[in-house]
């Protein structure tokens, strides 16, 4: 069964769209991540064109972000004031970002430039975390326990001046770096159409040294709104975001999601962050391949408009 997207202008098979919503979506459940990183990818394999895959592909990390942001306000592990701070870099910098993207797709370097992107983020991300979950695994196979940081052990961000207290975090942190952080995001989310957790969390984890048990809240409450931002704007000034595309995405990883969630429950988190770190890789091979083997089609033919 096939349908037509409008905005792509191409005909897809709805099953195999269906397939990757639900897929991503299960992923996203598993592993606690928006999974904009890999939708995108995913359609650009499937031909969508890449404006049209990263614009599309944010919508699914509202929606997923949107319900787990609401179950930790819940839990009480969402800080409001640390997540408003950050998204005030982060709408500044989806601004810049779009301003990025509309330049490189008049210049006709946008497919090259998201597909480089790619390969180095999901490159480096992906090593890091598999080294870290198999040095961890191998730690408790052989019950040695991991170093504890030492109480008052600060670094050179928590000199920073203009320093804020955050209450639900119980940290005291100067806003420069969680602006910086929020507005580095924010130009991934725009140009990439990526949430941004699978960098924002580690971020606020291993340099900001925020307690991890309200990280994934917050960061979650930043991509809801950066990435709503970056859509409706997009779809604005790009005129790029598939609405048909976007619902059957967003219906699928929604299902997917619930079924993620109950096995990524059954596993421990070294196991977790080692098989997403493989995927991670994996996905990132797949894309620099396909930047270095020659095409099937060589030269195409694109008819254009009279003036």
């Known amino acids: 069964m096939t349908i ?10 709805i099953f195999i769209i269906l397939g990757m919503g639900a897929a991503v979506g299960f992923l996203s459940g598993m592993f606690g991540v928006g999974g904009g990183f890999l ?16 614009a599309t592909g944010a919508n699914q990390v509202v929606a997923s972000s949107v319900s787990g942001a ?43 430039f998201i597909s480089l992107l790619y390969v180095v983020f999901l490159g480096t991300v992906g090593a890091l975390m598999l080294l870290e979950s198999v040095n961890a695994m191998r730690r408790a196979s052989k019950n ?30 100067s806003v420069i770096p969680v602006i910086a952080l ?5 130009i991934l989310t725009s140009v990439m159409g990526v949430g941004g957790g ?22 979650l409450f930043q991509i809801i709104f950066v990435t709503a931002y970056t859509t409706v704007v997009q779809a604005a000034t790009n005129f ?44 990132g091979l797949r894309l620099a391949v396909a930047l270095v083997v020659t095409p099937a089609d060589i030269y195409s033919v694109v008819m254009g408009s009279a003036n």
């Open 39 to 54: 939708i995108t990818p995913l359609l650009i394999f499937y031909n969508i064109p890449p404006v049209v895959a990263v």
């Open 144 to 173: 040695i326990p991991a170093a504890p940081r030492k109480p008052g052990h600060h670094h050179w961000v928590h000199r920073l001046p203009l320093k804020m207290r955050f209450k639900k975090s119980k940290i005291y942190l």
């Open 4 to 13: 037509y997207l409008p905005i792509a202008e191409l005909s897809v098979n």
């Open 70 to 112: 609401i179950t930790h306000f819940r839990r009480g592990t969402l800080d409001v004031k640390l997540g408003s701070v950050l998204l005030i870099g982060g709408l500044t910098g989806a601004t810049v970002g779009i301003w990025i993207f509309s330049l490189l797709r008049r210049l006709g370097q946008l497919d090259l």
């Open 182 to 186: 929020g507005f580095g995001i924010g």
């Open 240 to 283: 790029s975001v598939d609405i048909v595309l976007a619902f059957i995405l967003m219906v699928a990883g929604v299902i997917g999601a619930q079924y993620g969630v109950r096995v990524g429950q059954k596993l421990r988190g070294e196991q977790l962050r080692a098989l997403l770190g493989l995927l991670v890789l994996a996905v």
């Open 198 to 219: 699978f960098i924002m969390v580690p971020a606020m984890i291993y340099l900001l040294r925020i307690p991890t048990n309200v990280v994934v809240g917050t960061s």
